[in-house]
Each structure stands twice: as structure tokens, then as C-alpha cells.
């Protein structure tokens, strides 16, 4: 799978997630741009991506991410 279809499933995760359908959400959207992306949420919005991609982030990777774009790319990373 290329990076920009797991950007485009990141994308469609976070909207899920944030119950936020028409909310614009692109590779720099960070926690400031979303009023809902909480600590909280955001373990959920990880949770769901491990389980969409089969994977597995440690918590240190997981607070290091920071933007939609950066969630991305450490899913790339860990794709077979």
C-alpha cells in the first residue's frame, strides 16, 4: 500500500473518529485544528488505526505523533 492510500484511510479514520464528516482534515491537521482531538481521543484514533492496518504502536511513537501527515507516515512505516 502507497503512502498516499494510507494518508486517504488516516484521513477517512479521523473523521470517523472526531465525528466530524464535513470537517476538512489534511496531512498538516493537528489537535489545534480540531476542537474534539483530546488525549483521549487521540489514543482512540490510534486504536483504530492499529486495528484497521493490523499493527501495533509503542506508546512512545504513539505521543511523539502529532499531525494526520505524521500518524501517516509511522503507519507506512509499519505496514509488510
Known amino acids: 500500500m502507497d503512502q498516499e492510500t494510507v494518508l486517504q484511510e488516516v484521513i477517512a479514520l479521523a473523521r470517523e473518529q472526531f465525528s466530524e464528516k464535513n470537517l476538512e482534515i489534511t496531512g498538516s491537521t493537528t489537535a489545534s485544528d480540531i476542537p474534539s482531538w483530546n488525549s483521549l481521543s487521540h489514543v482512540m484514533l490510534i486504536a483504530s488505526i492499529e486495528k484497521s492496518f493490523g499493527i ?18 509511522a503507519t507506512h512505516e509499519m505496514l509488510p
Open 56 to 73: 501495533r504502536f509503542d506508546l512512545t511513537r504513539m505521543i511523539e505523533m502529532r499531525s494526520i501527515e505524521e500518524i501517516a507516515r
